[in-house]
T-cell receptor, first 113, second 111 residues
């Protein structure tokens, strides 16, 4: 069974440019998460989806970050405009439901210059 | 606020030895705990979990111990192998809340 798929794996952009990350969760997983992981730190939740509904987005910087999960499967996380401090690894995870074990994708490594 | 952590940032062991990675948590309401392994350039990989109604759980070469009295969690790896070298994160969760990760411990296995 395929795990969580993310693309791109790496992205280098200049500040003030937009960037988007894509995630395909494990088949049948209703809950999808986006995390940000700074160097040497543990992942921190940005947003959680139950099917297509964002049920926890309190940690998402809404002035520049947006996310969507159309049709309750794939999800996209966007940053516009990117800032130097956005350089991090953006991880997507999925679980069967909100109480289930979370399985992570490989992440997208973003470098903002 | 909630926090998970208090650990040695690095741990170095010899191949074949047993490893013990420790973690302390502060939220006494936490009822679910997970250990993740993260290799360089990869996402966190689920290792083992334990619920608060248990104090020990065993997997293949790994054991998680939970001491709710002192709010302490540990991961024991038996016969540590070079492939076990990675950063290990403990994470905790209360019902309905988000998963909170600690800062991780870098395990290095020396041949």
């Amino acid at each position: 069974e395929a795990g969580v798929v993310q693309s791109p794996r790496y992205k280098i952009i200049e500040k003030k440019q937009p960037v988007a990350f894509w995630c395909n969760p494990i088949s049948g997983h209703n809950t999808l998460y986006w995390y940000r992981q700074n160097l040497g730190q543990g992942p921190e939740l940005l947003i959680r989806y139950e099917n297509e509904e964002a049920v926890d987005d309190s940690q998402l910087p809404k002035d520049r970050f947006s996310a969507e999960r159309l049709k309750g499967v794939d999800s996209t996380l966007k940053i516009q405009p990117a800032e130097l401090g956005d350089s991090a690894v953006y991880l997507c995870a999925s679980s069967l439901d909100a109480s289930g074990t979370q399985y992570f994708g490989p992440g997208t490594r973003l470098l903002v210059l | 606020g909630e926090s998970v952590g208090l650990h040695l940032p690095t741990l170095s062991v010899q191949e074949g030895d047993n490893s013990i990675i420790n973690c302390a948590y502060s939220n006494s309401a936490s009822d679910y705990f997970i250990w993740y392994k993260q290799e360089s350039g990869k996402g966190p990989q689920f290792i083992i979990d334990i619920r608060s109604n248990m104090d020990k759980r065993q997997g293949q070469r790994v054991t998680v111990l939970l001491n709710k009295t002192v709010k302490h969690l540990s991961l024991q790896i038996a016969a540590t192998q070079p492939g076990d070298s990675a950063v290990y994160f403990c994470a905790e969760k209360t019902s309905g809340s988000r998963l909170t990760f600690g800062e991780g411990t870098q395990l290095t296995v020396n041949p």
